[in-house]
């Protein structure tokens, strides 16, 4: 090849890498990245299967205090009351 890597270039960085890393080394590198690749795509198709699956998803999200959680809208309501506040506390 013009320009490029050769079959025996690739065979030289072959051996070379065999003989620093050895070959036990390089199967279990070979079978983790396996596994890491079997993971995430098992991932993928879990989360797109889910999405499919969760009819809850579809509906449009609430905004305002009904989807705030009670404590906050606790927490809100409490600080707009004057008599409920220390005194010093102006706003």
């Known amino acids: 090849m013009i320009g490029g890597i050769s ?9 070379i890498v065999v003989l620093v890393f050895g070959t036990k080394r390089l199967r279990n590198i070979g079978s ?7 993971g995430f795509r098992k991932g993928m198709e879990d989360d797109s299967d889910s999405e499919t699956a969760d009819p809850a998803a579809d509906e449009p999200q609430q905004i305002g205090a009904e989807a705030m959680p009670s404590s ?6 409490k600080d707009n009351n004057p008599a409920e506040r220390p005194p010093g506390t102006d706003v």
């Open 32 to 38: 983790d990245l396996g596994s890491a690749i079997k």
């Open 72 to 77: 906050t809208v606790e927490e809100s309501t």
């Open 7 to 15: 079959v025996w270039q690739l065979l030289i960085l072959l051996l």
